[in-house]
């Protein structure tokens, strides 16, 4: 990959990772402040882990930058298309290399909700 696409990506890589740090420092003082609802309590949590999780895509992006292994796959070493990069900067695999898909955040919420209705 060119330099200055690699430039625009972790350009674009550090923007998100500001966003993602902000929205976690928000949860953070959400969670001190949280009234004890339970649900909220869990959804909060849920939007945490997500937040981590992608935290670290990030930060592992940043590092095959600088490595000059951005833009391969973890998985098959095969280049990744710069329109599923410019979709999702810290991709680290082919789209139909990926085993498992992220939970909606919501999904948690909804089925624990359902089992503890239900319980």
Not at 44 to 69: C, D, F, K, M, P
Not at 91 to 111: C, F, H, N, T, Y
Request: glycine content about 6%; charged content about 30%.
């Amino acid at each position: 990959m060119k330099k200055k696409k690699l430039e625009m990506f972790r350009v674009q890589l550090l923007a998100e990772k500001t966003r993602v740090l902000r929205q976690l420092d928000q949860i953070e003082w959400s969670m001190e402040k949280a009234s004890g609802d339970f649900f909220e309590a869990v959804a909060q949590r849920e939007r945490q882990r997500y937040l981590q999780q992608t935290l670290a895509g990030i930060n592992n992006g940043l590092v095959r930058i600088a490595s000059g292994t951005y833009g391969m796959s973890e998985v098959s070493g095969k280049p990744i298309p710069v329109k599923q990069l410019k979709a999702l900067p810290w991709a680290d695999r082919l789209a139909d290399e990926a085993s498992e898909q992220p939970e909606p955040i919501g999904s948690v919420v909804k089925s624990y909700s359902r089992s503890f209705l239900a319980g």
